[in-house]
């Protein structure tokens, strides 16, 4: 749930794969599917599907599924075409939110978001009118026990990191998407191992949510897209109020 804190949103995924474990798998073998499609089967020629693996790691995600997946990428197995698609929202309170999504069907999904859409009273924005507010970058968290914090800022910048952060949590270390994978590697080269790592988008601007009944329809819209089958992410630019 990209539109709570990083921290939250830690949370929030560790919770999902205990409740949704078998849906989860499957929007991650469609990633899987889709980068070793694009550029091989082999994580060490094909960044894109490191990635991928590094979300299944977190995931506990079996390697049988794994190895099923790639094969469908690369032609081992009969598998169906995936197509991906960025879907710009503008959600409750003037919320925006990017969803990107992984179909096999896009005049199904479409039809799909756009009722879920009505459902909460919002609909699709026009094109450009919510990419603009976000950037993409490389993001890596790690809790505040696991590392001291001077070690972990002079390898995360040493490494080409554009920006890190202190907070009471923990630490957020940003890259451009280009040196992400250095930076990640870096860390872990150190036996360090993030709560969260990976590409995402970032909200330039964000709308503080205060009202309660403002909070529960943005994070009912954003539960309810992440549920659907074929969303692979929802980043948004609200900022929750803090537990």
């Not at 889709?34 to 599907?49: E, F, Q, S, V, Y």
């Not at 923990?170 to 360090?192: C, D, M, N, S």
């Not at 949510?209 to 929802?234: C, N, Q, R, W, Y």
């Amino acid at each position: 749930m990209s539109g709570h804190s990083k921290w939250a949103k830690v949370k929030h995924f560790k919770g999902a794969i205990d409740a949704k474990r078998g849906k989860i798998f499957s929007k991650l073998a469609k990633e899987i599917t889709i980068a070793a499609k694009t550029a091989g089967g082999d994580p060490a020629m094909n960044p894109r599907l490191r990635m991928v693996l590094l979300k299944c790691r977190a995931a506990n995600m079996p390697n049988d599924n794994i190895e099923r997946a790639v094969k469908r990428g690369t032609g081992g197995e009969d598998g169906v075409s995936y197509e991906e698609l960025t879907y710009e929202i503008y959600g409750p309170n003037g919320v925006a939110m990017l969803v990107e999504l992984t179909t096999d069907n896009r005049n199904r999904t479409s039809q799909e978001i756009r009722s879920l859409l009505r459902e909460h009273g919002c609909s699709l924005a026009s094109a450009g009118s919510v990419t603009r507010l976000f950037h993409r970058k490389g993001q890596i968290v790690l809790p505040r026990e696991a590392v001291n914090e001077d070690q972990l800022m002079e390898i995360a910048l040493e490494a080409g990191a554009e920006d890190f952060k202190a907070e009471a949590e923990g630490f957020e270390i940003i890259t451009t998407p280009g040196q992400f994978e250095a930076v990640h590697k870096a860390i872990e080269a150190k036996g360090l191992k993030p709560a969260m790592a990976g590409i995402t988008e970032l909200p330039t601007i964000t709308v503080p949510l205060s009202d309660p009944h403002a909070v529960a329809s943005v994070e009912k819209l954003i539960e309810a897209l992440e549920d659907h089958d074929d969303v692979k992410e929802v980043y948004s630019n609200a900022e929750f109020p803090h537990a």
